[in-house]
């Protein structure tokens, strides 16, 4: 089946300093790559939504220059959490959509900025 | 705009008894699908379910079922036969179709989500 591959699993910061969060998917063309944040038992939150090749489309309220979104190829899409502070410390996950498996998730990156 | 609606935050089974998670939904579009996930504590989503808005017939996957009811828009989960393993979040969740801008393409709108417990 279908896999998206999501790196890194967990990440530690320091405030002020990036992170970089890979979602590769392995077996098909992603065209379609959604990102989502999640808070401790609470619902997905969908960020953005990235197209192969263009900009990334940002939900309201969502900042762009904080949430930097890549899709620079049919498998591999990056968020960026550009000058990280406490307060984005959540848990973030990928997902592809492709016409022919529907919807694939990554792994999920637990990110902890201190 | 799309919503999804789970109004039960906890629920509780015993082992090898069935359960029931409720999920409603709004929308305007007539083509939509609604799909049904499992959160484990790891946080990966595991995809158990997919009812189409035009398919007449109820979904089943295994264990799974989805009760389908449309006039009043609802996908609630059956699962039959509870684990141990069962217990986690469950979130349903609804495919939304084009936007005007048409960049969003089929971006899913998840609903509170539900943690089941079971008991042994």
Same mark, same amino acid.
């Given at each position: 089946?279908?896999?998206?591959?999501?790196?890194?699993?967990r990440v530690i910061c320091k405030?002020?300093?990036?992170?970089?969060?890979?979602?590769?998917?392995?077996?098909?063309?992603?065209?379609?790559?959604?990102?989502?944040?999640?808070?401790?038992?609470?619902?997905?939150?969908?960020?953005?939504?990235?197209?192969?090749?263009?900009?990334?489309?940002?939900?309201?309220?969502? @900042?762009?220059?904080? %949430?930097? !979104?890549?899709? $620079?190829?049919?498998?591999?899409?990056?968020? +960026?959490?550009? =000058?990280?502070?406490? @307060?984005?410390?959540? %848990?973030? !996950?990928?997902? $592809?959509?492709?016409?022919?498996?529907?919807? +694939?998730?990554? =792994?999920?990156?637990r990110l902890t900025v201190v | 705009?799309?919503?999804?609606?789970?109004?039960?935050?906890?629920?509780?089974?015993?082992?090898?008894?069935?359960?029931?998670?409720?999920?409603?939904?709004?929308?305007?579009?007539?083509?939509?699908?609604?799909?049904?996930?499992?959160?484990?504590?790891?946080?990966?989503?595991?995809?158990?379910?997919?009812?189409?808005?035009?398919?007449?017939?109820?979904?089943?996957?295994?264990?799974?079922?989805?009760?389908?009811?449309?006039?009043?828009?609802?996908?609630?989960?059956?699962?039959?036969?509870?684990?141990?393993?069962?217990?986690?979040?469950?979130?349903?969740?609804?495919?939304?179709?084009?936007?005007?801008?048409?960049?969003?393409?089929?971006?899913?709108?998840?609903?509170?989500?539900?943690?089941?417990?079971?008991?042994?």
């Open positions: 089946g279908a896999v998206v591959s999501q790196h890194p699993s405030s002020g300093t990036s992170v970089k969060i890979e979602c590769r998917s392995l077996d098909f063309q992603a065209t379609t790559m959604f990102w989502y944040r999640q808070f401790p038992k609470q619902s997905l939150m969908l960020m953005a939504t990235s197209n192969e090749g263009s900009k990334a489309t940002y939900e309201q309220g969502v @900042e762009k220059d904080k %949430f930097l !979104i890549n899709h $620079a190829s049919l498998t591999l899409s990056t968020l +960026t959490v550009t =000058s990280a502070h406490p @307060e984005d410390s959540s %848990f973030y !996950i990928c997902s $592809a959509r492709d016409i022919n498996y529907g919807y +694939t998730f990554g =792994s999920g990156t | 705009a799309q919503k999804i609606t789970q109004t039960q935050p906890g629920m509780f089974v015993q082992e090898k008894e069935a359960v029931t998670l409720d999920c409603t939904y709004d929308t305007s579009d007539q083509s939509y699908g609604l799909f049904w996930y499992k959160q484990p504590s790891s946080g990966e989503m595991i995809f158990l379910i997919y009812q189409g808005s035009y398919d007449e017939q109820n979904a089943t996957e295994g264990r799974y079922s989805l009760n389908f009811q449309k006039a009043r828009k609802s996908a609630n989960l059956v699962i039959s036969a509870s684990q141990l393993g069962d217990s986690a979040m469950y979130f349903c969740a609804m495919r939304g179709t084009l936007n005007a801008g048409g960049t969003s393409y089929g971006k899913l709108t998840f609903g509170q989500g539900t943690i089941l417990t079971v008991h042994p």
